[in-house]
């Protein structure tokens, strides 16, 4: 149980709905599999084995999950469907279909071939802190954590949830600690960067991978006009990762010196034990990485 991207939310300090009552309400909104008709059906399953167990409780913190199942039908079968149709068509007419005939034919091949799709089921992690009010969902887009967010205001009767909010924006932070050479205490800089320069309506980009160019190169390019959109950071050698300039962290990779503390005789245990750690461990990370960024902003809804 590692998470490998993290999208940020912020909820009240503390956000006092005990694991009892949040179970009780996910449970109103179980995943339904998808019906005849539906490309795709979303609700909450259980993150671990048991499947009663729609909330993780260990120590004080949260793990559920959002099951996501999707009809698999790809648009070019469709066409290619909707194509003979429209072939046998212009066979009996003697003309070719029109443009809303061919739309006509597409909408009734999708229709007819919907229900013998097959469907395909994933989880969608999430992560809740109620003491220190975080909400971490294992997303690699904002797309994904937002049906997570959307999820629960669906599911709840109240979730005041906010982006979080540092009185210096990733951008500036990171362009700083380029121009400086170093991260903040806690923090090393890694051989990951994205630099972005948009100038008369041109976005331009740099990466540099595994092979980071001294810092005196990287303040060259931010002289030029580029801006640090992603670097690759280490907290404390413990959890490696990449900040973007949306707040996300992304390539999350809990190092061996944390991966070694596991501890647990059977699948069940080693679970516990892992989200136990991994959640300790973002704890500590998130409050130091906000403090790096100077600090939050007071919440905004």
Known sequence: MWFKNLQIFRLPRPWLTSGVNLMARLHER???????????????????????????????????????????????VVREEADRDAAALEQRQGFKPSRKQVKELREMAYIDMLPRAFT???????????????????????????????????????????????????????????????????????????????????TAKVRHI???????????????????????????????FVLTDRYEVKKLDFLDVVRDEVDGDNNDEIFDSEFALMAGELKLMLAELVEALGGEKPQEA
């Not at 339904?32 to 671990?48: F, I, N, R, T, Y």
């Not at 009767?157 to 121009?179: C, G, H, N, Y």
Request: proline content about 6%; aromatic content about 6%; overall charge negative.
């Open 30 to 76: 179980q995943l339904q599999p998808c019906g005849s008709l539906d490309a795709e059906q979303k609700g909450w399953v259980a993150p671990a084995d048991d499947p009663a167990e729609l909330v993780r409780v260990v120590g004080d913190d949260y793990l559920i999950a959002l099951g996501i199942e999707t009809r698999l039908l790809p648009a070019a």
């Open 210 to 240: 595994n092979a980071l160019p001294s810092f005196e190169e990287l303040s060259e390019r931010v002289n030029e006009g580029f801006e640090p959109t992603r670097l690759a950071l280490t907290w404390r050698d413990r959890v490696s």
């Open 120 to 202: 395909r089921r994933r989880r969608v992690f999430a992560w809740i802190d109620p003491i220190n009010g975080w909400l971490c969902i294992d997303a690699a887009s904002r797309n994904l954590a937002d049906d997570v967010v959307l999820k629960l205001h669906d599911t709840l009767d109240e979730f005041p949830l906010s982006l979080v909010q540092t009185v210096k924006s990733p951008i500036a932070a990171m362009r700083d600690w380029v121009m400086l050479g170093e991260a903040p205490e806690g923090f090393t800089i890694d051989d990951d960067c994205e630099m972005q320069r948009t100038k008369v309506g041109v």
